[in-house]
DNA sequence: ACAGAATCAAATTAT
DNA sequence: TTGATTCTGT
């Protein structure tokens, strides 16, 4: 790598990039080269100052966006020492780190990593209640004081309101049924990792001298704990360089603080502050737009954008009828853009604030043959299928694993039914043991029917075939082989026959299974993973991944959350309503008051976030009416729309209002056809 | 233990 | 309207 690299960046980038003298913060307004700038860093540090590729350290929030720094960097770099980089989600760094050293805080290195899904059954089973909101809130305060590392006795001091002191009764509760089931939740994989360097002098010392420079992307999604985690590993030396953007803070609601860019400030005195202002992205009428927009949030650092591109299409605001007409106008306008401008599918984003909105749209598109990718929506790891399997694996990793076990020993039925479970759930309990090894003692097998009892040995017998090879060192693990004898053993294939409604749906769950196993042989065979690594790992991982290296020509729809640090040609925001898009949650909730105008604030940087994926052209579509629960309600179009600069258009007259939906659709059709 | 019928609630955002 | 969960009977 030679200064090649830094011909056409701009000097902020370069100033970003060759700072090595002590902790920097690089503020990256959207579009600013903000990537290519990580990407630079690294390889600089690598090839032009002597560090170890092993030594440097990069986080990021997704695996997308760790996967993608990667590939770059192969290209900069070459394979091998790419390789040798350390670039990961925080939260697999975070299951790394525990793994190496799970006894420094109580763990057995064979933990679990337990997803929303089963953390939601696990609250679930410890208060006896049907009410999902209850649920969601206990579990959304308890993550909240996981990521400000507020322990449960800590917490039971704070506790205040009613909901905060529903959720301290849990938190006590929920985190020890955590432990005995040598299982972690996702947010633990940042509060354990962090505790443990905070409490063992010596496991922070390794981990000190391991990184030597440290990169975390996206800055101003940190949380507390995340802060801490950064602050613990970096040590004194302090080399690291934070890049993000106060203005494109979006996660709040998880406890992201982007008060964390300002505390770098005051907790690093010498702390090197470098501006990116220039957009390469987009043209100057979407950043005024978006400038415009943003200027109506208190501002924790001054940043102006600016681009070259010139002023290019204008914005567009359309009003329409409700959702269907929406998602039809967008999929034809769409598609008549493609032709008018002779771009590709993959040009184009319909990007929206929940992922329900995608449903129509999708439809639209379907009808129109318009080829489409959902990004987001981790469906894939969500199907019934998938997590039956995936319980199988886990128990094996970890014997400890009590809802795996349950999950295991029903699915697919073999005569072990809730009677049994709770006799043995109540034997296990006495005795501290885990369900697993209950299973196996002579004491709990006395008190259960003979019938289920012997359903019971064969299960457990059939399941510790495996277990002594599930335990083998990591490389000598066969686990394509394990992985086709045990769905072999179980008959997974014959039981999704028999429990599908016909034998189409049973081919497609038969075939998500076998590309879960797919994906878990490639894995195992290109990263000497065994089994317990691979299984640790599923949780944190997406479809993306599944999707593979060659992305077709499709237009991608995203949620907003989904659509940060991507780009697109031309945009389409959907359901740019009031309450929608600044949404507005329920008025009767005690707890909404706190921070009205901090969440307007936060729905505000949603909006730029939108806005700011455009390079080219924005469109934004709104619906007058929309069903909502059963009933059709009026809607307003959003304030974002004033806020912006904008009016909205004089709607296109509509000569097509009289036509049904389908009417209207086959005419649109035909008018596409037509040459104009 | 399990399958079908009745009832009920529904709407953030995601590692 | 759906979709999911709970109840009931075998």
Known sequence: MTTSQFLDMNPAQQQAVRYLDGPS????????????????????????????????????????????????????????????LNISTFHSLGVRMLRENAQAVGLKARFSVMD???????????????????????????????????????????????????????????????????????????????????????????????VRYLLIDEYQDTNACQYQLVRQLTGARAMF????????????????????????????????????????????????????????????????????????????????EGELEQAQAVAIRLSAARTEKRAQWRDFAVLYRSNQQARMMEQALRDLRIPYTVSGGQSFFDKAEVRDVLAYLRLLANE????????????????????????????AAKRHLSLFAAAQEQGAQSVIQPKQREALASFVGFLQRFASRASKPAGQQPVAGLLDELMAGIDYEHYLYDVSADDRAARVRW??????????????????????????????????ERQGDQSPDAVTLSTLHAAKGLEFAHVYLIGIEEG??????????????????????????????????????????????????????????????????????????????????KGRLDMLRAMLTRPS
Not at 613 to 634: F, M, P, V, Y
């Open 511 to 544: 075939q998500n299974v076998l590309d879960l196993l797919d994906w878990l042989k490639t894995r195992a065979a290109d990263s000497d993973w065994g089994l317990t690594e691979l299984v640790q790992h599923i949780a944190l991982v997406t479809m993306l």
């Open 116 to 210: 929303a899904q089963d953390c939601f059954a696990l609250v679930q089973s410890l208060v006896a209640t049907t009410d999902k909101a209850r649920l969601k809130a206990v579990m959304q305060q308890i993550s909240l004081w996981k990521n400000a590392l507020i322990d449960p006795d800590q917490a039971a001091g704070l506790a205040k309101t009613a909901r905060e002191l529903d959720a301290v009764r849990l938190y006590h509760s929920y985190q020890a049924s955590l432990r005995a089931y040598q299982a972690v939740d996702f947010d633990d994989l940042i509060v354990l990792p962090c505790q443990m360097l905070v409490n063992e002098p010596s496991v922070r010392e390794r981990w000190q001298n391991r």
């Open 400 to 427: 400890y694993d009590d809802p795996a076990f349950i999950r295991a020993a029903t699915t697919p039925r073999r005569g072990i039914g809730q009677t049994t479970l709770q006799t043995l759930g109540e034997y």
């Open 241 to 320: 360089t934070a890049v993000g953007d106060d203005d494109q803070a979006i996660y709040g609601w998880r406890g992201a603080t982007m008060e964390n860019l300002a505390l770098l400030e005051q907790d690093y005195p010498q702390l090197k502050l470098i501006k990116l202002e220039q957009n390469y992205r987009s043209t100057q009428t979407i950043l005024t737009a978006a400038n415009t927009l943003i200027t109506r949030n208190p501002k924790l650092f001054e940043k102006q954008l600016w681009s070259e591109l010139g002023n290019g299409e204008a914005i567009t605001v359309s009003r329409l």
């Open 580 to 661: 929608l898009l600044p949404h507005l949650g329920r008025e009767s909730d005690d707890e909404v008051l706190i921070g009205s105008a901090q969440r307007i604030e936060e729905e505000r940087r949603l909006m730029y976030v939108g806005i700011t994926r455009a390079r080219r052209s924005l469109h934004l579509t709104w619906c007058a009416r929309r069903r909502r629960g059963g009933q059709d309600h009026a809607c307003e179009v959003s304030r974002f729309v004033a806020e912006m600069g904008l009016e909205e258009q004089p709607s296109v007259a509509d000569p097509n209002a009289s036509l049904t939906p």
């Open 25 to 84: 913060l690089v503020l990256a307004g959207a579009g600013s080269g903000k990537t290519r700038v990580i990407i630079s860093k690294i390889a600089y540090l690598v090839n032009q100052c002597a560090y170890q590729p092993g030594s440097v350290f990069a986080v990021t929030f997704t695996n997308k966006a760790a996967l993608e720094m990667r590939e770059r960097l192969q290209k900069l770099l070459g394979a091998q020492k790419a390789e040798e």
